[in-house]
């Protein structure tokens, strides 16, 4: 900057020295200039496309992973080879992979370079795996439905040349009972049960005609290779789920949405300072006249421009996080959702297959009834009956009724029809739970038993707590004026949580509920790791939590907290590591003054 003092008139001598003072003023306002051009090169506005991009990629694989959790969950309880195998999602998820490289690149994040390679190396092994187990499950699916057809066509062939064996006849039925459970359940007492039928099985058919040997190898031959397939297929699934690439998803997506909150973080400081910096030199200007005062308007309204850029950026910022908190929720919501398919898939197991065992031995009783007509309509002939005929209708009752009892057909029929009865009152517990559950999604705030919520939760986590001891200690409380649903997944956030911390085997949950001064106490107390002092005060901040990388956000205990507060209540929480944790929610009787307002809901 040039001072007007410096001016050299064409009559006059030029000046021998520069003035010191404004040498100074014009190396100072060089200095300002830079430092001001530095600052608002700092306040730059992100380009926030990148990011998006690579975040709705991030979801997309997510969801492709837990497609693969969930295809392989479905398929290893489905024996009917009718039913249709899942598409092969490798390409999509190639796709996404092949984008999100390029996304990647171009936008040069950290948290995503960073671990991009192996994310690549964990999807094309999980999608290749998946591959691998459909093959084998059709393969075994395959040889299940041969197992029960050569054996049904074995005992049908076997009765029409009346050869008898109490061997064969035992191991058929073993067979028949124990091979679509095991398909299905894939217990190791099913295992051998089901060897030890097809040895016995096999050694019964070295006495039989040539014939019924035949069908006899071919239903052995099928079992073998049922067990086989089966064994290859748990050993698949056994792959799939060590592999890592949900909980490197999970972790790659909180990295990057942290580096950009820190991003944004970083203009914003240098935005206060710019307005700082640019306030200041004001003050310093001010002499200087007009121009710069102009200048400085000018200088302002760009300031404000970014201010606003930035706001709309942080907004942004704002509501990716909202869809973390969703993602988060339809993730666990999938995992509950496949617990209860695999709840109901058990007794719906047991009715299955005691409604294929009657339908068999119907067939076994209609025969008997229709050899007793016969000879009842002989009887009736009287002296008209041909002796011989009548003899020979005589023994051939006898021997059905005599099959029928050495078999015990009707008290295995009994038996049978016992087991369907406790498969239906299963499976009706668990759609009456699930009934309960979705009553309650359905109101904002009412009068509400809190020891019909615990009850409804813990029916809801029944699969997470199977190796868990539950101990129920319900008071006569009195209702609350909540909102439900909210109230519930609070309870199922913390029991969740609870059961996370036991080791298996030997953890418990005490559950108690009790009056409380005017209001009410709900006690979940856990025997598992506890949680160390110095992190205790800090389980409610949003974000924060005691788990691995990937495998939760840390805002289950952060929203559970922020649902009681809205309710006018408070959560205590009472650890000793090594001993347990006791979380106690405290809710009033009275509803607060502000109306309850809905939370988005995550599992932490």
């Known amino acids: 900057m040039v001072d007007s003092n410096l001016r050299v008139d064409a009559s006059m001598k030029p000046s021998k020295s ?3 003072r404004n040498l100074g003023l014009a190396v100072l306002a060089l200095v300002l200039v830079a430092g001001l051009a530095i600052l608002y090169a700092k306040t730059e506005t992100i380009d926030l496309r990148g990011p998006n991009e690579i975040a709705s990629q991030l979801r997309e694989l997510k969801e492709f992973d837990g497609h693969w959790d969930i295809d392989v969950l479905r398929l290893s309880m489905e024996a009917d080879v009718n039913v249709p195998l899942p598409p092969d999602r490798r390409d999509g998820a190639a796709g996404v992979l092949s984008a999100l490289t390029e996304a990647a690149m171009a936008t040069g994040s950290a948290a995503i370079n960073s671990g991009l390679d192996e994310l690549v190396l964990e999807i094309r092994n999980k999608g290749r795996l998946v591959e691998k187990f459909k093959t084998e499950h059709v393969a075994a699916q395959q040889a299940l439905a041969d197992l029960l057809s050569h ?14 064996s109490p061997g064969m006849d035992a191991a058929i039925e073993k067979l028949k009972i124990n091979a679509p459970i095991y398909f299905t359940l894939g217990e190791e007492d099913r295992y051998n049960t089901i060897y030890t039928a097809l040895t016995e099985l096999d050694a019964a058919a070295s006495r039989f005609p040539q014939v019924l040997r035949d069908k006899a190898t071919l239903a052995v031959d099928a079992g073998r290779v049922m067990l086989d397939r089966k064994l290859a297929q ?17 972790n790659m997506a909180l990295l990057f949405s942290q580096e950009l909150e820190a991003n944004i973080h970083d203009k914003e400081i240098y935005r206060v300072i710019l307005i700082t910096y640019a306030a200041a030199l004001l003050i ?17 309204q760009r300031v404000k421009e970014r201010t606003s850029e930035l706001s709309t950026a942080l907004k942004n910022l704002k509501e990716s996080e909202a869809q973390l908190i969703q993602s988060e929720k339809l993730s666990s919501l999938g995992q509950m959702v496949a617990g209860v398919a695999h709840e109901i898939n058990t007794p719906l197991a047991y009715v299955k297959n005691s409604f294929g065992s009657v339908s068999e031995k119907l067939a076994e009783i209609g025969s008997a ?17 041909n002796p011989e005929e009548l003899n020979k209708q005589f023994v051939a009752v006898t021997e059905r009724i005599s099959r029928l009892k050495k078999l015990k057909v009707v008290p295995e029929l009994q038996s049978l029809v016992q087991d369907g009865e406790y498969g239906t009152s299963q499976m009706s517990e668990i759609v009456g739970n699930l009934k309960d559950f979705s009553r309650l999604d359905r109101s904002n705030a009412t009068q509400f038993d809190l020891n019909d919520g615990l009850n409804s939760t813990l029916g809801m986590a029944k699969y997470q707590l199977k190796s868990v001891t539950v101990e129920k200690h319900f008071g006569d409380i009195p209702s609350v004026f909540c909102s439900p649903s909210q109230i519930n997944q609070v309870f199922l956030n913390l029991i969740k949580n609870a059961a996370e911390a036991l080791d298996r085997g030997r953890g418990k949950i005490i559950i108690r509920s009790r009056k409380h001064a005017d209001g009410v106490a709900v006690d979940i107390q856990d025997n598992g790791s506890g949680i160390p002092t110095e992190i205790l005060p800090k389980i409610f901040d949003p974000f924060f939590t005691t788990k691995d990388i990937g495998k939760g956000t840390g805002l289950g205990l952060s929203i559970s907290y922020k649902i009681i507060k809205q309710h006018g209540g408070r959560i205590d929480v009472d650890s000793k590591p090594g001993q347990g944790t006791r979380f106690t929610i405290i809710l009033p009787l009275k509803p607060p003054v502000e109306p309850v307002e809905p939370v988005a809901v995550a599992f932490g």
């Open 369 to 385: 009834v229709d050899e007793t007509d016969r000879l009842l309509a002989l009887l009736q002939a009287g002296a008209s009956a």
């Open 151 to 164: 054996s049904r066509a074995l005992a049908s062939q076997a009765r029409q040349l009346n050869v008898r």
């Open 284 to 300: 310093l200007v001010a002499y200087m006249g007009i121009k710069i005062r102009a200048a400085n308007v000018r200088l302002e």
């Open 18 to 20: 520069v003035n010191p």
């Open 234 to 250: 748990m050993r698949s699934i056994d792959q799939i789920r060590s592999l890592t690439s949900g909980p490197r998803l999970d």
